[in-house]
């Protein structure tokens, strides 16, 4: 089966939003249109019909794009049946464990709440990509707007069990400073200093560090290590429960 064809625009300040087109169908879904114009504009460039909109969750740089855009394309909106009603213009509600279609594409709900109550990631089996909001960054994760520790580690660890070969396509561009506070953590850790040096070249030259491939996420993302002894350890905390854990190294990350 043909993989998803996906492309990504830089939006705003440092997001990102994403186009997937099904090459067997037509269908093509737009992930967390913060805006429309330039969602609009890549269409044209294409030559692509909008069909759907997947919304990870309700913040205005990720649903801002979604009336507009379904008043010039008639397309549907698909976000989680929990957030329904912070979902401007939704018309199809899914919850962890359902599958929504694309096309002839599949993917996987999965209840990722932490970043706001009633976040939702979609994952792609077929095409090796999950569309993760801004639940897990590449080297970072989201901020706890609306959720406990608890429940963010519990989503990380659902995304962190897809297979390492899954591509993650987050909502932001913010590597290169996650890539500075985890060097703070993890200083020895020789996967993580390769992949800084990569991130601040690309940088350099204005481009995108995202998507990542899980596996190095795995091997470098201390928010996805929080039950790791060294990270424990770069923590002040020893044998310590993961949450635990987690919860230090977001506090520190807030305030790096
Ligand atoms: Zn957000
Ligand atoms: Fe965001």
């Known amino acids: 089966m043909a993989e998803l064809d996906i492309r990504q625009i830089a939006v705003l300040r440092d997001n990102y939003v994403y186009l997937a087109r099904d090459p067997e169908t037509d269908a093509c879904a737009a992930v967390d249109p913060a805006v429309a114009p330039p969602v609009l504009a890549m269409l044209q460039d294409l030559g692509w019909r909008l069909s759907h909109i997947l919304c990870t969750h309700h913040h205005h740089d990720h649903v801002g794009g979604n009336l507009e855009l379904k008043r010039a394309t008639g397309c549907t909106i698909v976000g989680n049946r929990a957030d329904a009603d912070r979902i401007p213009g939704i018309d199809v509600m899914v919850s962890e464990g359902e599958e929504i279609t694309v096309g002839s594409q599949v993917a ?140 230090e190294i977001r506090r520190r990350k807030d305030s790096f």
């Not at 706001?116 to 569309?131: E, L």
């Open 108 to 247: 996987r709900v999965f209840d990722v709440s932490g970043h706001t109550r009633g976040h939702i990631a979609y994952w792609f089996p077929g095409s090796r990509a999950a569309f993760v909001g801004d639940t897990l960054f590449a080297l970072g994760c989201g901020r706890l707007f609306e959720g406990t520790p608890a429940e963010m580690w519990r989503s990380l660890c659902k995304l962190r069990d897809l297979p390492a070969e899954t591509r993650i396509y987050c909502g932001h561009e913010y590597t290169e400073s996650n890539a500075a506070f985890a060097l703070t953590l993890d200083p020895d850790n020789e996967a993580l200093i390769a992949r800084a040096e990569r991130i601040r070249a690309l940088r350099r030259e204005g481009r995108p560090t995202v998507p990542s491939v899980l596996a190095e996420e795995q091997a470098t993302n201390p928010f996805l290590r929080a039950d790791e002894a060294a990270l424990q350890r770069a923590v002040g905390l020893v044998d310590a429960d993961p949450v635990a854990t987690f919860a």
